[in-house]
Structures are given as C-alpha cells and as structure tokens.
C-alpha cells in the first residue's frame, strides 16, 4: 500500500501530505513493501513488509483510505499529542495505523493545502495533519482521497468556528452531521474544557 500524508491542517496549521502505498491483496500473497512518500515523513521511505502501517482488514478487502489526527507542533517539527479526528471508511483500522506513524510524523511542509491557506505550524500550536492510504495499484487514489480530505476540513471549520464562539450544543450538532464518530467525540470534548 502507498500511504501519503496529504498535509497539515487545522483552524489555521496544515502540512502537506503522506501517502503510504502497498499491497492490498493479502489474500493473494503480495509481500511488496510499503512506499511512504510526503514532505512530513521523516521515517525510512520503505517498509519491508505492506503491513508494517497498513490495517489488515483494509488489505483483505481491498480498501484504500484516510486519516485526519490533531497534533500539537513540537520542537524540531515533530507531531506530539496526536489524536484521530476522522477517518474514512470506519472501521477498517485506519486510524489506529495512522497513531502508528505519530512518531515519524513532522509539520514541515503545507503546500498541498495552500489552497486552505495552510501554513507550517510553529512550537505548541495545534495543526491537523491527513494521512492518505492507497493501493499501489489505484492510480487515481491520491487525487481523490485529497479531494475527500479537503471537503472535510471544508466542514470542519465551521464547526470549529462554533466551539470557539462557546456555541457547543450547535458545534455537536454539526459535527454529528458530517458522520464522523471521532470528530464528533473531539467537538464534544473541546467543549468539556
């Protein structure tokens, strides 16, 4: 499986991109390593095997995917504080793979979003950083996951808009709209605090 950070993102940090492609066919026998590519990979550009990151059950069936985690930028760039605030498809592993990577993870680069006005972001901020996982053989799986993680964060910022207005019965709500368990679980606990 090829897996790809698509980029940092958040209220106003974003990087740009991993995309991690493997095999997907497990059944088949393939044990073609995974490729990691991305300005904020800062691991090996190889694993040996394709489910070194990649989630078993999304080989078995076939599934390519992605993953939004919230960090906090630490020193030196890298990810700390991760946590999954979306993912699709549900619950095929893809965000549990994608807190496997947290420690190889740095917000250096966010030219992939500038088209959200994403900019690296610095020392303690938040930003949000996407994952991508692609079949190695799904050549239009990039381009399209990147168009799904836009239209994400499109939908999230007016909610995140909301819980800064102290708006949380309404932020919940429309985080509860967009169909993501996690964000939902994130919204409502920004708002506890």
């Known amino acids: 499986m090829r897996f790809e950070r698509v ?25 073609t390593p995974e490729t990691i590519e991305g300005q904020n990979w800062a691991g090996s550009p ?8 990649t989630p078993q059950q999304a080989m078995r069936k076939d599934v390519d995917g992605w993953v939004m985690l ?12 991760c946590v999954v605030i979306a993912e699709f498809p549900l619950g095929m592993g893809f965000g549990d793979a994608a807190m496997r990577m947290t420690d190889n993870i740095r917000a250096a680069d966010a030219s992939s979003f500038a088209e959200l ?6 020392v303690g901020e938040r930003f949000d950083m996407p994952l991508v996982f692609c079949e190695a053989n799904h050549p239009s799986c990039a381009a399209q996951k990147h168009r799904e993680v836009i239209a994400f964060k499109m939908q999230e910022v007016p909610v995140e ?3 800064g207005a102290r708006r949380c019965a309404e932020a919940i709500a429309a985080a509860d709209q967009i169909g993501q368990p996690a964000f939902v679980r994130f919204i409502a606990s920004r708002c506890a605090t």
Not at 46 to 53: F, G, I, R
Not at 70 to 81: D, I, K, L, Q, Y
């Open 7 to 31: 980029g940092l993102a958040s209220a106003s940090a974003i990087g740009g991109a991993i995309m991690l492609f493997a095999c997907l066919a497990a059944m088949s026998g393939c044990a």
């Open 46 to 53: 190889a694993t040996p095997l394709s489910e070194t990151y």
């Open 70 to 81: 919230r960090c906090v930028a630490g020193p030196e760039h890298r990810a700390t504080g």
């Open 117 to 122: 006005g994403a900019r690296v972001p610095v």
């Open 161 to 163: 808009r909301l819980v």
